[in-house]
Nanobody
């Protein structure tokens, strides 16, 4: 089992930045660590993923160039640096862990999920 706890969400003005953290405990080896988000009235969507080594990342087109995912395996923590935030980035952000070998971009590929952290971007 892997337990994931997100932190770092909050309220920020458009154009601002936030950094989300996801601390993992338990059986923490995961080939993929990803971030998803769910806006009100919408389905949960993929945001970003990094493989175990951290040298391969993949982003949704909507956040590419603005968000950066990284991981510190010594601390069992993955981060999502979010810059140039827009009101449409408002959502609950979830951290997830997958044992898939290769990039995992689908919800069904992730076995472990955090409880989510709210990010609200005001215009």
């Amino acid at each position: 089992q892997v337990q994931l706890v997100e932190s770092g969400g909050g309220l920020v003005q458009a154009g601002g930045s936030l950094r989300l953290s996801c601390a993992a405990s338990g059986r923490t080896f995961s080939a993929n660590m990803g971030w998803f988000r769910q806006a009100p009235g919408k389905e949960r969507e993929f945001v970003a993923v990094t493989v175990w080594s951290g040298d391969i990342t993949y982003y949704a087109d909507s956040v590419k160039g603005r968000f950066t995912i990284s991981r510190d395996n010594a601390k069992n923590t993955v981060y999502l640096q979010m810059n140039s935030l827009k009101p449409e980035d408002t959502a609950v952000y979830y951290c997830a862990a997958s044992r898939k070998i290769g990039i995992a971009r689908m919800e069904s590929e992730y076995a472990y999920w955090g409880q989510g952290t709210q990010v609200t971007v005001s215009s």
